[in-house]
T-cell receptor, first 118, second 114 residues
């Protein structure tokens, strides 16, 4: 069965430091890949997504993610973290179209909570 | 603000009761998804509707049901509630209901079953 693993439950970084959040997926083929952010008391907001093509994807709020097929990974990065980035981050996958998927339902990882030290 | 509205924001009820959660999608979006977020299970897909028809089903219990109305709003009905149903329930909408479409999430309904 398809699954998404986010190995880090909680990460703390200093403001201005770089950030990398890890995501690994298990799937029969390359799924569609997403990163969402959830601020306290809020719904989820899409940061970026990958379907095909360039393996380095740019998103909103200065985030980027790199797809590595050989490692089944889609790690999220930001060069300089701001205090407002403190939130929970979710990696998600969806079934690609050529695998009989017309549905768009997302399978989420357990999330990584990011704390930012001043 | 995603444009997706969910009511109520909070709901406190007792075991054995039945509740209805409501979702209004973004203007123009035809597809609605329901997700459950709990501490032990994380974020799980429950069910998807597209233009009034059920399109996909996930880990939705038989005690739960949903529907999408002609005006495209959706309701999630939870019955015979148990303590373990306490969770945050999210609705998301997307234009076409395909994996390539961005899903826009509402703020959620927090259900507490006592």
């Amino acid at each position: 069965a398809q699954s998404v693993t986010q190995p880090d439950i909680h990460i703390t970084v200093s403001e201005g430091a770089s950030l990398e959040l890890r995501c690994n997926y298990s799937y029969g083929a390359t799924p569609y890949l997403f990163w969402y952010v959830q601020s306290p008391g809020q719904g989820l907001q899409l940061l970026l997504k990958y379907f095909s093509g360039d393996t380095l994807v740019q998103g909103i709020k200065g985030f980027e993610a790199e797809f590595k097929r050989s490692q089944s990974s889609f790690n999220l990065r930001k060069p300089s973290v701001h205090w407002s980035d403190a939130a929970e981050y979710f990696c998600a996958v969806a079934r690609p179209k050529n695998y009989g998927g017309s549905q768009g339902n997302l399978i989420f990882g357990k999330g990584t909570k990011l704390s930012v030290k001043p | 603000d995603s444009g997706v509205t969910q009511t109520p924001k909070h709901l406190i009820t007792a075991t054995g009761q039945r509740v209805t959660l409501r979702c209004s999608p973004r203007s123009g979006d035809l597809s609605v998804y329901w997700y459950q977020q709990s501490l032990d299970q994380g974020l799980q897909f429950l069910i998807q509707y597209y233009n009034g028809e059920e399109r996909a089903k996930g880990n939705i219990l038989e005690r739960f049901s949903a529907q999408q109305f002609p005006d495209l709003h959706s309701e999630l009905n939870l019955s015979s509630l148990e303590l373990g149903d306490s969770a945050l329930y999210f609705c998301a909408s997307s234009p076409g209901g395909l994996a390539v479409d961005t899903q826009y999430f509402g703020p959620g309904t927090r259900l507490t079953v006592l």
